[in-house]
């Protein structure tokens, strides 16, 4: 409106000056005065009202970490979104961070997106092959870049892990604003503990590499201030934002607020074993699994909670009070960038999508990383007192990660469903339903679609800014979220799996699995071997466990059809050596 009165004043000027007759001057004034009537009256319809979309991931969540799931985690604000939204069931990753989240911002494969290895474990016969960069690669398309070709705004906060150099950081794949950690994983604290090695972690804003962090940071804290910071430096300008919010927590080493753990103390004393079972049970109470379900076992090899001393028991339930205070503050944080989008009044028009990007982290680091107890002890003070500060160094183990996925086969770095089946849900009432569960078989690339859908974004094809692109894999979840269609995708959709060698393909409530040998597979548990296609029926056995694959050579047969389909679409290369997961 200002800008319409300033050309009123200026033209009124302009024809009193060259002569123009009081009449002529008159006439032209009530025409603007007519716009200015109304631009008055429509200002409000010129702001973009397009979605806001923000995406949250959580960082080796397990599915039974969130309250609403029988957890005794206390996550309100995660459970108040989920019972105002839909809860996705059924809803896969990949078995490790990293693809799963070139997966999330590519809308197609992982082998074809640049991580179809990670990047800190590429095999000799890898490297160099198309598909295995170690960043998210040129070859796609970015959301993020589409989503600023579109005119919104773009922010990061939080875990990137897909590229370590500037020419691979966000601000290279379209994020306006960034301040990310680059690598997988680091300590909550400002000391730049990385998973790894001597060095400080490497953490990038705008993606200029940074030599310190704040006295006062605290990773799930800080995420959330930064990126409510980047929404309210543009709020004015109406456009939408698009806001990548991915915390580091509860990925290990295991550290939190000394305030926050405290709020858990003593609720573990009772051990893994009586927490996986009360989780197990408030499961069936609240109908989520079968009343005659069974969960996967525990591992033979790992000490029962009575055969502990009494100084290991409080260590051990130590560890799982502060993973406990971790997904605490992803929840408190969470609420608290709920409520600045309320109080601006944007919440009732942002989208939002919430996953975790693998099972939970239950490994023996020891094991599965030559060095690691060396490491550990040369950088961390690991005593009671101590475990979860900035100079501490810890993670939780088996025991308490098969508490977070029961009744679910293994965890992180497996592809059974305890390693690819993890918690998602999208909420906004303005046009989904509240309060659904859905069982539709979705996949995290999927998300791309559904985002781009939403605000009207078109995918570029197969060309994007003069360079050949893939097109994207999933599809869009909108039409069934709306009601407008029952499904997403048709009884032919086939899902694909590999990493470390590592293999599945899952096509409706058929899965194979195949596993190598290796230290910290699971040869453990009777009836389960390696080095072979393992064949589910995941309707009857939705733990894996009974393995029909001499019974049923037939459907073992066609599953096996479907991987080699898979490895000719993707272009995965199975590694000749692996080593860790």
Not at 158 to 167: C, I, M, R, S, Y
Not at 174 to 183: N, R, V
Not at 248 to 264: G, V
Request: aromatic share 12%.
């Amino acid at each position: 409106m200002k800008i319409i009165l300033a050309r009123l004043v200026l033209l009124l000027f302009v024809l009193v000056m060259t002569g123009c007759s009081k009449e002529e001057a008159e006439k032209v004034s009530s025409v603007l005065a007519k716009e200015t009537v109304t631009s008055s009256e429509t200002e409000s319809d010129t702001k973009d009202k397009r979605p806001n979309v923000l995406l949250i991931v959580a960082d080796d969540l397990g599915f039974n970490d969130i309250s609403l799931h029988g957890s005794e985690i206390q996550t309100p604000n995660i459970d108040q979104l989920i019972k105002e939204g839909v809860f996705f069931s059924d809803f896969h990753v990949a078995p490790n961070c990293s693809p799963t989240r070139a997966m999330l911002l590519s809308g197609t494969d992982n082998h074809i997106a640049g991580l179809g290895n990670m990047a800190e474990s590429l095999a000799p016969n890898q490297l160099g092959r198309p598909g295995y960069e170690g960043h998210l690669n040129f070859n796609i398309a970015a959301l993020p870049e589409l989503f600023q070709d579109a005119g919104y705004h773009t922010y990061m906060t939080g875990k990137w892990h897909l590229g370590l150099t500037e020419e691979t950081s966000p601000t290279a794949r379209g994020f306006e604003k960034s301040f990310i950690l680059a690598q997988g994983g680091a300590g909550a604290f400002s000391n730049m503990l990385q998973l790894f090695g001597p060095n400080k972690a490497i953490y990038r804003e705008n993606g200029k590499k940074l030599e310190s962090l704040p006295e006062d940071f605290y990773s799930t804290q800080f995420y959330t201030d930064r990126m409510i910071e980047y929404i309210d430096e543009n709020k004015a300008d109406d456009k939408p934002f698009f806001s990548y919010l991915a915390y580091t927590s509860p990925h290990w080493p295991l550290q939190a607020l000394r305030e926050s753990i405290e709020k858990y103390s003593g609720v573990y004393d009772d051990g893994y074993e009586a927490l996986k079972q009360r989780r197990f049970q408030s499961l069936k109470d609240l109908g989520l699994i079968e009343e005659d379900a069974v969960a996967f076992p525990r591992f033979s090899d790992e000490a029962g909670w009575d055969t502990l001393s009494e100084e290991e028991k409080k260590y051990q339930a130590r560890l799982m009070e502060i993973y406990a205070a971790m997904v605490n503050d992803v929840d408190v944080y969470i609420g608290k960038l709920i409520e600045h989008l309320k109080a601006i009044g944007e919440y009732d028009n942002t989208f939002i999508f919430f996953l975790a990007d693998n099972g939970p982290e239950a490994h023996n680091l020891e094991e599965a990383w030559e060095g690691m107890s060396e490491y550990v002890a040369s950088c961390c003070d690991n005593s009671y007192e101590n475990i979860g500060s900035a100079n501490s160094y810890v993670w939780y183990g088996q025991n308490w990660g098969q508490a977070g996925n029961t009744p679910r086969r293994m965890y992180k770095g497996f592809t059974t469903q305890g390693g690819v089946q993890v918690p998602a849900f999208a909420h906004y009432p303005k046009s989904l339903p509240q309060g659904l569960r859905n069982n539709e078989i979705l996949h995290v690339m999927d998300v791309m679609p559904t985002l781009l859908e939403l605000a009207g974004i078109e995918h570029p094809g197969t060309n994007y800014r003069g360079r050949d692109v893939a097109e994207m894999k999933g599809e869009s979840m909108l039409s069934m979220l709306t009601g407008k269609s029952e499904r997403v995708h048709n009884e032919e959709y086939v899902i694909g799996w590999e990493l470390f060698s590592k293999r599945a393909v899952r096509k409706g409530d058929w899965k194979i699995v195949y596993e190598p040998f290796h230290k910290v597979l699971e040869p453990r548990v009777a009836g389960i071997q390696t080095d072979k296609w393992q064949l589910y029926n995941l309707a009857q056995d939705p733990i894996e466990l009974n393995d029909l694959s001499e019974t049923h050579s037939e459907k073992l047969a066609e599953m096996i059809a479907y991987w080699d389909q898979y490895v000719a679409d993707s272009g995965l290369v199975i590694p000749d050596s692996w080593e860790g997961y």
